[in-house]
């Protein structure tokens, strides 16, 4: 047994995970262009890290308007959930367990995706990004603000889609709310100029958000929900504003109170240096966050295993998702326990098709030549 805290078993809300190696959600493309099903591929490479404690699967759209780049997966129709079904019975039967991540792109999405229809988004802003369309990245376009009935559908598609989730067999779900996406369009002031209950104050950006997390959890048990958010310093509208960490501050706080199954935080993936977020950089922002949330907290972006088992140790994450070092290492708990060395990824197939450079990366094996001769 090892004696690394990665290693020590973990109670996820209602969840036993075996060990605290968690598998982030990755965007691979490789689900059925036309109707979004996900396919057998997608179980092979989901069900080959099963030992994971726990696997968090790909963005997924929640509906036909929230869906927004390329080759994605969605959870609105019967043969999602039957396509998702596959995959979930392929990584339980290998002995792991997977939660769903609900996902509306809001203004990152394109006509092109939408069958020429303008994306929508809290307000009439263009997020200045690039959208992944199937013939390749295109600047955004200038979506049209959501009315407030279209709000309120909105937020239903989230819990018809937790339901789905659930239905095809997934251990729980979480909310996708950072990122360029649109519930992190609501939260961010650049963005969101709504003059509604939806805009301006910290607490009607972040209405939204709660309204989503509330109705999902007219769905599913709060022990089986959890939110992905941070704040964040992207390009375009998305770069840290002044406010930017205020809200985060407050939408964290406030999940902190619906007793949620974990809190997905990521540290900078961008320099904060001369930013508003400066003091969140590297373990700053586990530090920052860590007292204002009272449940599971999974620590996440750029971590390795020297990094996780501290981590963990300092009481700054109960988990620790590692995203990038999943491509290439199906294996990932195993290499941790024998600190084999990591494979790297071929960046050429992580967005191709098919199982190239998706489920063809090897298990660890450790080469004869290196067995030490006594
Ligand atoms: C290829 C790729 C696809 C990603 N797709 C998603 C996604 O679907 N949903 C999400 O929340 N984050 C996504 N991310 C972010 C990762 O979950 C993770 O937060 C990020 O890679 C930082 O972790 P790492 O340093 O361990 O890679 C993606 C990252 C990469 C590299």
């Given at each position: 047994m ?59 759209a929640?509906?036909?308007?929230g869906?927004?780049w390329a ?5 609105w ?65 200038t ?26 067999g997934?251990?729980?779900v ?10 992190s369009q ?11 209950e ?35 310093h992207?390009?375009g509208a ?31 993936t ?14 700053g922002?586990f ?8 449940g599971?907290?999974i ?13 963990i ?38 967005y ?23």
């Open positions: 090892s004696t690394q805290p990665l290693f020590t078993p973990y109670r996820m809300g209602d969840l036993d995970l075996p060990n605290r190696i968690v598998m982030a959600p990755l965007t691979r493309m490789r689900a059925q262009s036309h109707d979004h099903v996900p396919t057998a591929v997608q179980a092979d490479y989901y069900a080959q890290r099963a030992s994971a404690g726990l696997i968090i699967g790909e963005a997924t929640i509906s036909p308007e869906f927004g080759d994605t997966p969605g959870l129709t019967e043969e999602q959930v039957r396509g998702w079904r596959r995959i979930t019975d392929a990584v339980h039967k290998a002995g792991g367990r997977m939660i769903a991540q609900l996902w509306h792109t809001g203004a990152i999405s394109h006509p092109e995706l939408l069958g020429g229809a303008q994306p929508v988004s809290a307000s009439n802003v263009d997020p200045g990004q690039l959208s992944f369309t199937r013939t390749g990245r295109k600047p955004t376009v979506p049209r603000s959501l009315t407030k009935y279209e709000i309120n559908v909105t937020i239903a598609d989230f819990a018809r889609a937790a339901r789905n989730a659930m239905e095809a997934f251990d729980g979480q909310i996708l709310a950072n990122y360029l996406y649109l519930i609501f939260l961010n002031a650049t963005t969101n100029l709504r003059k509604d939806y805009g301006g104050s910290l607490e009607n950006r972040s209405r939204f958000l709660f309204e989503v997390v509330e109705s999902v959890l007219g769905e599913v048990d709060a022990l089986r929900v959890g939110v992905k958010i941070s704040p964040m992207e390009g998305f770069q840290a504003n002044e406010e930017t960490l205020s809200i985060a501050e407050y939408a964290i706080q406030k999940l902190s109170t619906y007793n949620l199954s974990h809190l997905l935080l990521m540290g900078n961008t320099d904060f240096s001369g930013t508003p977020l400066e003091k969140l950089a590297g373990d922002m530090q920052h966050f860590r007292p204002l949330f009272d599971t907290l620590a996440n972006v750029k971590m390795d295993r020297d990094r996780g088992n501290r981590l140790a300092e009481g700054l994450a109960d988990l620790v998702a590692f995203g990038r070092p999943y491509i290439a290492n199906p294996d990932l708990v195993q290499r941790f326990a024998e600190n084999a060395p990591l494979a790297e990824v071929d960046w050429e197939t992580v191709a098709s098919g199982p190239h450079g998706y489920s063809d990366y090897p298990t660890y094996q450790p080469s004869k030549d290196l067995t030490p001769h006594r």
